[in-house]
């Protein structure tokens, strides 16, 4: 239990960059962890940066951006990142499915842009990581190589994520999910 207790963070919340030129940032992640990416954007080779998100399913009447790629790049804008180097590539609303419907927008956004893209590195939160690095590998490669990119969570420290209600509810949620992504063809 205490080898499962210690190892099932760092086994979900992978870092494994690739070289590339290009980072995707899921649009769903907080402030912090945006103001993080745009920190590793500089410190590497990158030329672009490319949101992905479904639609804002809360106050949406309310709100100037209805997708959270369009609004995590809008925050990436409103932080000083450079708008040239940026692009916002929305999803459409799914119920189920949701990273794939990202993978796939990315996808077919690529297959129109003008960039010729061979490698990505994903930048994601935490334990999400490894499940959403399976399924943009899946939908994306062999075409394009595909790193990630792990941010750590600021709700509770991931090396005693046991002794947060957060903690645990997000690593149970993750372990399950990534049991689950592991019977699911992402391919197609």
Same mark, same amino acid.
């Given at each position: ?5 210690? +190892?099932?963070? %760092? ?10 030129? @290009?980072? @995707? ?19 590497? !080779?990158?030329?672009? /940066?490319? +949101?992905?998100?479904? %639609? ?5 009447? $309310? ?21 040239? *180097? $940026? ?12 990273? *794939?419907? !990202? ?11 003008? /960039?010729?893209?061979? !490698? ?19 939908? /994306?490669?062999?075409?394009?190589? @595909? ?5 750590? %969570?600021?709700?509770?420290? %991931? *090396?005693?994520?046991? *002794?947060? !209600? ?15 992504? /592991?019977? @699911?063809?992402?391919?197609?």
């Amino acid at each position: 239990m205490l080898f499962t207790l210690n +190892t099932i963070y %760092p086994f979900l919340a992978v870092n494994s960059p690739v070289a590339a030129d @290009v980072m @995707v940032v899921e649009g769903w992640i907080p402030d912090y962890a945006i103001k993080d990416a745009i920190a590793r954007f500089q410190r590497g !080779s990158y030329n672009y /940066l490319i +949101t992905t998100g479904l %639609p804002v399913t809360k106050g949406y009447y $309310l709100a100037e951006y209805n997708n959270f790629a369009e609004l995590t790049a809008a925050t990436f804008i409103t932080l000083g990142f450079n708008p040239e *180097q $940026l692009v916002a590539v929305p999803a459409p609303n799914v119920i189920k499915h949701r990273t *794939q419907a !990202s993978a796939i927008a990315l996808r077919e956004w690529l297959s129109t842009s003008e /960039l010729e893209v061979k !490698s990505i590195n994903l930048y994601s939160l935490g334990p999400h990581a490894r499940r959403s690095w399976i399924i943009f590998k899946a939908v /994306l490669e062999p075409k394009v190589r @595909v790193g990630v990119i792990a941010a750590e %969570p600021q709700e509770y420290d %991931p *090396q005693q994520w046991w *002794q947060s !209600s957060e903690g645990v509810r997000t690593m149970i949620g993750e372990a399950i999910a990534y049991l689950y992504s /592991l019977f @699911v063809d992402w391919h197609t």
